[in-house]
């Protein structure tokens, strides 16, 4: 059997990639990372362990050749864009990467993929699960009209996340403070401070975010209206998450990092992590809810991207470029989430519409 590789293993989301990995019992399995020694002495049978470092295409190559899929966990996507994912598919293996967004699908996008190859982008939770979690609520609700998503709580950011949050707002693949209207609006949404939201412990800061995958989506779904906030507990991330909106030209990416990965520590000192994903579609008469509750975000990352390693290595995705939330079967990742140790509750509910989804008068009454 041809091996998994998995590139970052001793990372937050890497130490989650192979944990699920291993509960799959996927091997053998090739492990690499940088700074790989610390992997020697917790090995399993089967694994094997390579030092490589991601910048550098020779060992990069050498540690693809032979591997079936290639699962990258290592980051920051502005650094590593699409050297890991030529290098797998230059080997001959597919490619599975817990970020890459939007900035390495323009790449790809370029050139053809090699024939028969697979490459899965955005196997994470943001972006990733807030594709696919309206993805399986739109199997049951075809003719909705409005969707509402929540994601976030009490979490750090290392400073491989943070760089990614940071580059997202710098390239234009996101925008604060807009929404959904049949199209991008601009400025449609205000931040909220302190305020209850359901199915959130107690109460939080939620910042509007359109991104170009809530874009696909809610385009993809025919949605009227669709609302994404990044959900906060803790007071020092939300200031400085405010300040990286408003200010980032001025304190520029490297301090906008800085500023993040701080505030996310001073926030919880002697306080749980958590994380915690609401999305609500709704039609004229029904609205159901789906609710993923995580022990923090990168383990939940962790677990979505090998995820879609298996559905790569089983061949139950098509080959070609993909996003991983809006080409992975719903069904089948939703109830592998439920066996995951990352998933502290995965439920979904129905409750009555809001005014927003129900028009004044029905349709053809005056």
Do not use: K
Not at 138 to 151: F, G, I, K, Q, S
Not at 154 to 166: E, S
Not at 209 to 235: C, I, M, P, Q, T
Not at 245 to 264: F, P, V, Y
Request: include cysteine; proline fraction near 6%.
């Amino acid at each position: 059997m041809r091996r998994i590789g998995l590139l970052g293993a001793t990372g937050a989301v890497g130490r989650s990639v192979l944990h699920h990995l291993r509960l799959a019992g996927a091997g053998p399995l090739r492990l690499g990372g940088r700074n790989a020694g610390g992997l020697q002495t917790a090995t399993l049978p089967g694994e094997e362990v390579v030092p490589v470092d991601i910048t550098e295409p020779e060992g990069l190559r050498a540690f693809c050749t032979g591997c079936a899929v290639v699962v990258n966990a290592a980051g920051p996507t502005r650094l590593v864009m699409d050297c890991a994912v030529r290098a797998a598919l230059d080997s001959g293996a597919d490619y599975v990467d817990a970020a890459g967004d939007e900035p390495v699908h323009a790449l790809l996008s370029a050139l053809p993929l090699p024939t028969g190859r697979r490459a899965v982008l955005s196997a994470g939770i943001m972006p990733g699960l807030t594709a696919l979690l309206p993805r399986h609520l739109a199997t049951e609700l075809p003719d909705a009209r409005v969707l509402t998503a929540h994601a976030g709580g009490l979490d750090r950011f290392t400073r491989t996340a943070a760089g990614d949050y940071v580059a997202s707002l710098a390239n234009g693949h996101g925008e604060p403070m807009a929404a959904w209207r049949g199209g991008r609006a601009r400025r449609a949404l205000v931040a909220l401070h302190d305020v209850a939201i359901p199915f959130f412990p107690h109460p939080v800061s939620a910042f509007p975010y359109l991104s170009r995958e809530n874009e696909r989506v809610a385009g993809g779904l025919g949605l009227e209206r669709a609302d994404w906030y990044n959900v906060f507990a803790g007071r020092h991330l939300r200031e400085a998450f405010g300040d990286v909106q408003h200010r980032l030209a001025a304190i520029g990416e490297e301090e906008a990092i800085d500023l993040l990965c701080r505030a996310t520590a001073l926030d919880l000192a002697g306080r749980t992590p958590y994380q915690i994903m609401v999305c609500r579609l709704e039609n004229r008469a029904r609205a159901r809810v789906a609710v993923v509750r995580g022990t923090d975000g990168y383990a939940l990352s962790g677990a979505f991207a090998a995820f879609a390693a298996l559905a790569v290595r089983d061949g139950a995705l098509p080959p070609g470029l993909h996003f991983a939330g809006e080409v992975m079967d719903t069904a089948s990742a939703l109830a592998q989430l439920r066996t995951s140790p990352a998933v502290a509750a995965l439920e979904l509910l129905d409750i009555a519409p809001t005014a927003a989804a129900v028009p004044a008068f029905d349709d053809g009454v005056l």
